[in-house]
């Protein structure tokens, strides 16, 4: 079993910046899978399905949505089993509970395994 716990959500006027967190543990044998595995983050609006923002494969590879390309960034370090997503220029239309992800084979959609999610609020 794979536990994720982001943190970094908050309140913050339009314009500002953000970086989400995630990290993963569990036991050795499911750590060493999930490293071999995208891992991504997706956000779910009130009244909204959940979507994805971005996402990174185990070679790096990033799948943006296209309302974030150009102000989001996501980056992940396998040695701290951690995926970030730097988010600049917030507008409010990015408020959202953010949820992080693994367990896909590829970056185009979800894997098994969620974190609780954090809430991101962007004031205009």
């Known amino acids: 079993q794979v536990q994720l716990v982001e943190s970094g959500g908050g309140l913050v006027q339009a314009g500002a910046s953000l970086t989400l967190s995630c990290a993963a543990s569990g036991s050795i044998f499911s750590i060493a899978a999930i490293r071999l595995t995208a891992m991504g983050w997706y956000r779910q609006a009130p009244g909204k399905q959940r979507e994805l923002v971005a996402a990174?494969?185990?070679?790096?590879?990033?799948n943006y949505a296209d309302s974030v390309k150009g102000r989001f960034t996501i980056s992940r370090d396998n040695a701290k089993d951690t995926v970030y997503l730097q988010m600049n220029n917030l507008k409010p239309e990015d408020t959202a509970v953010y949820y992080c992800n693994t367990g896909s084979q590829t970056s185009s959609g979800p894997g098994a395994y969620w974190g609780q999610g954090t809430q991101v609020t962007v004031s205009s």
């Open positions: 990174i494969s185990r070679g790096g590879n990033t």
